[in-house]
């Protein structure tokens, strides 16, 4: 089992700057990959950025080249600088991470934590 407690939500203006922490418990040792989603009202939860136990970081959406996760990470905690945020960035933030077994893959959600982009 894992625990995943994101902090660091909150206000921020647009060009301002916010980073997300996400602290794991539990089974660390096992984490494959952690990673950041987000989503908005009435859309799907999309992958902002993820990072395996290979350094292999994956940036598929508009956060590339904007949010960079730090590949110097402890196993137990993950964060997420937000560097110039924009409004499109406003969502509740949710970080994920996946155990891997021979026989099953285990995926882990934190309670998410809200961001607002805005002057």
């Known amino acids: 089992q894992l625990q995943l407690v994101e902090s660091g939500g909150g206000e921020v203006r647009p060009g301002g700057s916010l980073t997300l922490s996400c602290v794991a418990s539990g089974k660390t040792a096992d984490i494959y990959s952690m990673a950041w989603y987000r989503q908005t009202p009435g859309k799907q939860r999309e992958l902002v950025a993820s990072?395996?136990?290979?350094?292999?970081?994956n940036y598929p959406g508009s956060a590339r080249g904007r949010f960079t996760i730090p590949t110097d990470i402890a196993w137990n905690t993950v964060y997420l600088p937000m560097d110039s945020p924009r409004p499109e960035d406003t969502a509740v933030y949710y970080c994920?991470?996946?155990?891997?077994?021979?026989?099953?893959?285990?995926?882990?959600w934190g309670q998410g934590a809200q961001v607002t982009v805005s002057t």
């Open positions: 990072i395996n136990r290979d350094r292999y970081i």
């Open positions: 994920h991470g996946r155990i891997l077994t021979v026989v099953a893959t285990y995926d882990y």
